[in-house]
């Protein structure tokens, strides 16, 4: 009597539970997390609280955790589509340091008019015909994160060059 292949295999032996240092580190080789985000993580895996503070301290400490990255990664990966103060709403969600938050946001700012032109511009393209077409044009700005001054202008140059053809 010939046997299965299932029944022939052996029962497979199950892994070990993974430290809670290379938890950290899997999680951290695929993007970059805040203390804050790698604390809500791994929580349920630590033992107690003081093993996970000392872990991310020393990841701190070498280098390996750094909320100027994760901020960095986050306006890279957002900077197209969202304005300046969606973009800090993540950051402060993340965990991100108010004082990291403060040092990126004059940046953020500068390009705040170029990035409102281009999401405009791929969303609308053309000048709103009527003030019902405005109002949406002007919402839908200000849920990415636009300030109104900044969607003004952005309008009313539209409108200007529209008139200027």
Do not use: N
């Amino acid at each position: 009597m010939s046997q299965s292949p299932k029944q022939s295999q052996k029962p497979r032996q199950e892994k070990p539970p993974a430290s809670l240092r290379a938890r950290a580190l899997r999680l951290l080789a695929r993007r970059e997390h805040s203390r804050l985000e790698l604390q809500r993580k791994l929580a349920p895996h630590a033992e107690d609280a003081g093993e996970l503070e000392r872990l991310l301290d020393d990841l701190t400490r070498r280098g390996w955790l750094a909320e100027e990255r994760v901020a960095e990664q986050l306006i890279h990966a957002r900077r197209g589509r969202f304005g300046s103060g969606r973009i800090r709403q993540e950051l402060l969600a993340k965990g991100v340091a108010e004082e990291v938050v403060a040092a990126v946001l004059p940046q953020l700012r500068e390009s705040d008019l170029e990035a409102a032109r281009s999401v405009w511009r791929r969303k609308f393209g053309t000048p709103p015909r009527s003030a019902a077409e405005r109002a949406r044009q002007v919402r839908f700005m200000q849920g990415r994160g636009f300030r109104l001054d900044t969607i003004l202008k952005v309008i009313h140059s539209a409108g200007a060059d529209d008139e200027a053809d």
